[in-house]
């Protein structure tokens, strides 16, 4: 027996060649092509994005009294959102998407998010990625737990980007990797050769050079401390820059190749808690960028897009009220996304309302529906996950609600 047939019929590989598609990272190019095949994509937005500035609550008069600066306008203001269903409004930074939701091909669920109170990006991740809530003794992730529900045994049905395994694929099943780009950027003054100027312009002993460096210092331990909160936060993930390019490459993967079921990317910079911004800005920055990334994935899954779902999660939202550094800081409540060619489009979940006495804790968005409701549905709905498989990924876990999300 030839080794290749006999790799094929011992299950490791069921198709022909063998493709590197990167130096540390091989995928089996089936050559029999199953249009069927049904996909999965969970994007993590590492850091807590402001789920409040993504899917806007416009017709909340509190949500405008706690953002004074921050808040995106209401439809038909300059800058402001893009009106989804008379109460709900898109950033505007997110209009790549609206096709989508033109196609009702694009879900939010509101209010939605783990149950455990924390406020920790690092325990917070790690509860959303294995699933149960306030354990940190689970060891594998539910996407791990998952390809072991629906495997068949061979190397590549799941993929991540990143240069390393995350929690949410970590466990028993194998799962290959391929790098992602990476890119960073910094205001003008922390360019090396900027500050060097700067600092010879305001070398001398009069008031303002003494001003000069005093702000320096400042900006410098400011800048550390940020770093060092964005790289906790950001749990090693890049930023969104490079983003439409990997989402290519991982679409195009999924395209060519009917055995790559699951496929992970994780993202930062979504720790706002200094100059947010509005309609422009930080966020909106960042935002777009992931926009456009999500219609390249699209674009690049082709035909299999019928049969993908794509989840968009973060560990939690951000508080309602602006903090004094026109930022938010780390909430509850958050908003989970979810596109694909069997989702019927909309606005799930049920709203609590932003007046103080609907918030959690006095300063958050509350939570009315479990992350696990929409994961659930994923599994069940998409990848006709039966009770006991579906207990297998989703231990200890009740479901609160059905969503339905899927067209049948």
Same mark, same amino acid.
């Given at each position: 027996?030839?080794?290749?047939?006999?790799?094929?019929?011992?299950?490791?590989?069921?198709?022909?060649?063998?493709?590197?598609?990167?130096? &540390?990272?091989? #995928?089996?190019? @089936?050559? *029999?092509?199953?249009?069927?095949?049904?996909?999965? $994509?969970? +994007?993590?937005?590492? =850091?807590?994005?402001?789920?409040? &500035?993504?899917? #806007?609550?416009? @017709?909340? *008069?509190?949500?405008?009294?706690?953002?004074?600066? $921050?808040? +995106?306008?209401?439809? =038909?203001?300059?800058?402001?959102?893009?009106?989804?269903?008379?109460?709900?409004?898109?950033?505007?930074?997110?209009?790549?998407?609206?096709?989508?939701?033109?196609?009702?091909?694009?879900?939010?669920?509101?209010?939605?998010?783990?149950?455990?109170?924390?406020?920790?990006?690092?325990?917070?991740?790690?509860?959303?990625?294995?699933?149960?809530?306030?354990?940190?003794?689970?060891?594998?992730?539910?996407?791990?737990?998952?390809?072991?529900?629906?495997?068949?045994?061979?190397?590549?049905?799941?993929?991540?980007?990143?240069?390393?395994?995350?929690?949410?694929?970590?466990?028993?099943?194998?799962?290959?990797?391929?790098?992602?780009?990476?890119?960073?950027?910094?205001?003008?003054?922390?360019?090396?050769?900027?500050?060097?100027?700067?600092?010879?312009?305001?070398?001398?002993?009069?008031?303002?050079?003494?001003?000069?460096?005093?702000?320096?210092?400042?900006?410098?331990?400011?800048?550390?401390?940020?770093?060092?909160?964005?790289?906790?936060?950001?749990?090693?993930?890049?930023?969104?820059?490079?983003?439409?390019?990997?989402?290519?490459?991982?679409?195009?993967?999924?395209?060519?190749?009917?055995?790559?079921?699951?496929?992970?990317?994780?993202?930062?910079?979504?720790?706002?808690?200094?100059?947010?911004?509005?309609?422009?800005?930080?966020?909106?920055?960042?935002?777009?960028?992931?926009?456009?990334?999500?219609?390249?994935?699209?674009?690049?899954?082709?035909?299999?897009?019928?049969?993908?779902?794509?989840?968009?999660?973060?560990?939690?939202?951000?508080?309602?009220?602006?903090?004094?550094?026109?930022?938010?800081?780390?909430?509850?409540?958050?908003?989970?996304?979810?596109?694909?060619?069997?989702?019927?489009?909309?606005?799930?979940?049920?709203?609590?309302?932003?007046?103080?006495?609907?918030?959690?804790?006095?300063?958050?968005?509350?939570?009315?529906?479990?992350?696990?409701?929409?994961?659930?549905?994923?599994?069940?709905?998409?990848?006709?996950?039966?009770?006991?498989?579906?207990?297998?990924?989703?231990?200890?876990?009740?479901?609160?609600?059905?969503?339905?999300?899927?067209?049948?």
């Amino acid at each position: 027996m030839k080794r290749r047939d006999f790799l094929i019929q011992s299950g490791i590989f069921s198709a022909a060649a063998i493709t590197a598609i990167s130096s &540390n990272a091989w #995928v089996a190019r @089936s050559a *029999t092509y199953n249009s069927n095949q049904k996909r999965l $994509i969970v +994007i993590f937005l590492r =850091g807590a994005v402001d789920g409040l &500035n993504v899917v #806007v609550p416009y @017709s909340e *008069t509190a949500y405008y009294q706690a953002r004074p600066q $921050i808040a +995106i306008p209401q439809p =038909g203001k300059e800058g402001g959102v893009i009106d989804l269903d008379g109460r709900f409004g898109l950033h505007p930074a997110l209009a790549a998407l609206m096709p989508k939701w033109q196609e009702n091909n694009l879900a939010f669920v509101h209010a939605c998010g783990s149950p455990d109170p924390t406020r920790s990006h690092f325990d917070a991740q790690q509860y959303m990625e294995n699933a149960t809530p306030g354990d940190k003794h689970t060891q594998d992730g539910w996407m791990n737990r998952l390809l072991g529900g629906i495997s068949q045994k061979t190397p590549i049905q799941a993929v991540s980007v990143g240069e390393t395994t995350p929690w949410i694929f970590s466990g028993r099943m194998p799962v290959a990797n391929i790098a992602s780009g990476r890119n960073t950027s910094r205001l003008p003054i922390d360019r090396p050769e900027l500050a060097a100027a700067f600092d010879r312009l305001y070398d001398g002993n009069d008031a303002l050079s003494q001003t000069y460096r005093q702000g320096r210092m400042a900006h410098q331990a400011i800048v550390n401390d940020l770093d060092s909160e964005m790289k906790m936060a950001n749990n090693g993930a890049p930023s969104p820059d490079g983003f439409a390019s990997d989402a290519q490459r991982l679409g195009q993967l999924m395209l060519k190749d009917p055995r790559i079921e699951l496929g992970f990317m994780a993202l930062g910079g979504w720790d706002t808690h200094v100059n947010q911004g509005s309609t422009q800005g930080q966020l909106a920055r960042n935002l777009k960028k992931l926009g456009l990334g999500l219609a390249t994935l699209v674009e690049g899954l082709g035909s299999v897009y019928q049969n993908t779902t794509i989840v968009v999660m973060s560990e939690f939202g951000r508080t309602v009220k602006q903090n004094d550094n026109g930022g938010t800081d780390h909430g509850h409540g958050n908003v989970m996304w979810v596109l694909g060619g069997k989702i019927r489009g909309g606005i799930y979940g049920e709203w609590p309302g932003l007046s103080t006495s609907q918030l959690y804790q006095g300063r958050d968005l509350a939570i009315t529906t479990d992350f696990r409701d929409v994961i659930s549905a994923v599994l069940s709905d998409h990848l006709h996950l039966n009770e006991a498989k579906l207990n297998q990924v989703l231990p200890n876990y009740a479901s609160t609600q059905k969503l339905a999300l899927f067209v049948k």
